[in-house]
């Protein structure tokens, strides 16, 4: 075989392994750029299932959540919320200072505008989201999360003093036990030659004295600040701790003592 053809025939050689090479070398980057791609474009198969996954844990968290026994203790639940010590005693003193009947006009105008509207709101948002005050704001947008905890500041201050109004309701209710009551009576001084009735309480009646001289126990003046009225502490005290075992267990205990209310 002549020199030059193999020569020729080690050239031709070379230049088929090298077409081999480049082809190989642009599969391996057609493979990549496909693989690549793959990870680019999102599968709708896959969403549909990330979005079912996330839809079953939110019911299963919501599922958790603890719910009213019965119809019966969520209606009786809003309607202890809804009347409270200002709608028995506040109301009518308010009517009868704004004019009676004629005060009636306007605020039954705004009770059907503005008042059930927003308390209907409440609860049908409260129900379909089931979160607390602070939680539903958020949920509806997280720049009103600020209307759930003021509403919760409003509530600790009315807590305040509707716990104030309990102590003296249990205070009374202790005292209650005796015969004749003590409030019924003005009580007596002694001294070595007589006995008289006290002079502030026939000046102003039994009841009046017994509220201010021995349940309140008021001080002569505002400079003086008196000592510890230990006795109406211990109501106080009772009465926050009712209302933290009412509440403890959320709506399982807070719907009983509703019920029990009535």
């Not at 409270?84 to 039954?108: D, E, H, S, T």
């Not at 409030?183 to 102003?204: G, I, R």
Request: proline fraction near 4%; include cysteine.
């Amino acid at each position: 075989m002549p020199k030059n053809s193999k020569v020729a025939k080690r050239e031709l050689d070379d230049d088929i392994i090298e077409s081999v090479k480049d082809l190989l070398s642009n599969e391996d980057s057609a493979d990549d750029a496909f693989k690549k791609s793959e990870l680019i474009v999102d599968d709708p198969e896959e969403k549909d299932m990330e979005s079912e996954e996330k839809d079953s844990e939110r019911e299963k968290n919501e599922g958790e959540r603890p719910a009213w026994s019965s119809k019966l203790q969520y209606i009786l639940a809003q309607v202890g919320f809804s009347v409270g010590l200002g709608n028995v005693w506040r109301f009518p003193y308010l009517c009868q200072k704004n004019g009676g009947g004629a005060y009636l006009i306007p605020y039954l105008v705004l009770l059907l505008i503005i008042g059930i509207p927003l308390f209907y709101l409440e609860l049908a948002v409260g129900q379909k989201i089931r979160r607390g005050s602070i939680g539903v704001w958020n949920f509806i947008s997280p720049k009103l999360g600020g209307i759930g905890y003021a509403s919760c500041v409003v509530c600790f201050f009315v807590a305040l003093y509707y716990n104030v109004i309990i102590g003296w309701s249990l205070f009374y209710f202790s005292q209650s036990f005796q015969h004749p009551l003590p409030w019924n009576e003005c009580p007596l001084v002694k001294n070595a030659s007589h006995t008289f009735v006290e002079p502030e309480c026939d000046k102003s009646s039994a009841t009046i004295y017994y509220w201010y001289r021995e349940a309140l126990n008021i001080s002569d003046s505002i400079s003086e600040s008196g000592g510890l009225n230990w006795k109406m502490t211990l109501c106080l005290l009772s009465a926050w701790v009712l209302v933290c075992l009412a509440m403890i267990k959320g709506i399982q205990s807070s719907g009983k003592v509703q019920i029990s209310r009535y």
